[in-house]
C-alpha cells in the first residue's frame, strides 16, 4: 500500500509537470497590477505637458487616463525624452506610448499600433484678408513662413513658394500677420492650438492636404489581448462623446477625422 501510495505521487507530479501552464497575457497583467504604464515627453503642449501647477496635462494625457479607466486600472505616466520614448517599449519601462506616435510602416514593422485615435493634415494659414491664396497652388511666387529643414518648408517650396526662414510655428504665424510673409504651411493641429489660445488673431486655414497622417497608441507585439482592450476603449471613448469633450477643450475642433 505505502509502495502504490508513492507511486500514485510520483505519477501526480510528472502529470503536473507535464501539464503546461498558461502565462498570464499582457493585458492580465495589466489588470492584476491595477496599473496602465504609459510612456509620454510631458514637455510636447497641447498633447502632453504640464500646466502652471506642475500637473501633467494634455491632449494625450486626457486619452490615456479614460483608456486606463475602460481597461479598469489607473494610469501611471512615466516621462521621458522623444528620442529614446519609443525604445523604452522595449526595456518594458510601460506598457504603451500615447505621444502623437505617427503610424508608419517603419514603425508598424517592429510594433503594433491601436486604431488611429488623431489626425493631423498640412494647412495652409495666410491672414484673414487673403483672397490671393486660396489652394497649394495659389503659393507659385509667394513667400511662406517655413523652417528650412522641415516637411512642410519642402512643400512650400514643391508649390513655387520663396521661402522665408523662421526657427518654429509662432514666428512663422508671426511673420503672416506682420504680413511678412504671405502664407506658411503648418500641423494643422498646432493651427488649431494657437486659435483656441489667440482666437482673435487674424489667420485662417485657406487649404488643407487631401491625405492626413495618423496617430495612435503604440505597443509591443505579441499582445493581441491587450491592443484591442485599448481599441474597445477608443471606440468607447468616442461613441459617448467623451472624445469630443478633450478634442473641444483643446483645440476647439474634431481632430479624429
Known amino acids: 500500500m505505502k509502495l502504490s501510495k508513492s507511486l500514485l505521487a510520483i505519477g501526480l507530479v510528472q502529470l503536473a509537470l507535464a ?7 499582457a493585458l492580465d497583467q495589466i489588470k492584476e497590477a491595477g496599473v496602465l504604464r504609459i510612456g509620454t515627453e510631458g514637455t510636447y503642449a497641447p498633447f502632453t505637458f504640464h500646466d502652471a501647477s506642475g500637473a501633467l496635462v494634455g491632449f494625450d494625457v486626457e486619452i490615456g487616463r479614460e483608456v486606463a479607466e475602460r ?3 489607473e ?3 512615466v ?6 520614448l519609443i525604445a523604452g517599449i522595449d526595456a518594458n519601462r510601460y506598457d504603451v506610448v ?20 488623431i489626425a493631423s493634415k498640412a494647412a495652409l494659414v495666410v491672414k484673414g484678408d487673403n483672397a ?16 528650412l529643414t522641415s516637411n512642410y518648408g519642402k512643400l512650400a517650396e514643391s508649390y513655387g513658394a520663396e521661402i522665408v526662414p523662421t526657427e518654429g510655428f509662432d514666428q512663422s504665424i508671426a511673420l503672416v500677420l506682420q504680413g511678412r510673409a504671405d502664407a506658411t504651411i503648418n500641423d494643422s493641429l498646432s493651427f488649431f492650438d494657437f486659435k483656441k489660445q489667440q482666437p482673435d488673431a487674424d489667420v485662417k486655414i485657406a ?4 491625405d492626413a497622417d495618423f496617430s495612435g497608441v503604440l505597443l509591443a507585439k505579441g499582445k493581441p489581448e491587450l491592443l484591442e482592450a485599448i481599441n474597445t476603449a477608443l471606440a468607447a471613448i468616442k461613441d459617448d462623446g467623451t472624445y469630443a469633450e478633450i478634442s473641444q477643450k483643446y483645440f476647439g475642433e474634431d481632430v479624429s477625422q
Not at 501539464?19 to 497575457?25: D, E, K, W
Not at 516621462?79 to 529614446?84: F, V
Not at 487649404?207 to 487631401?210: D, F, I, L, M, V
Request: charged share 25%.
Open 19 to 25: 501539464t503546461p501552464v498558461l502565462a498570464q497575457s
Open 71 to 73: 481597461l479598469g486600472v
Open 75 to 77: 494610469a501611471e505616466f
Open 79 to 84: 516621462e521621458g525624452p522623444w528620442d529614446g
Open 98 to 117: 500615447i505621444n502623437q506616435v505617427g503610424i508608419n510602416e517603419e514603425r508598424q514593422a517592429k510594433y503594433d499600433f491601436s486604431e488611429p485615435y
Open 132 to 147: 490671393d491664396i486660396a489652394s497649394f497652388e495659389d503659393l507659385a511666387g509667394k513667400r511662406s513662413a517655413q523652417t
Open 207 to 210: 487649404a488643407t492636404e487631401a
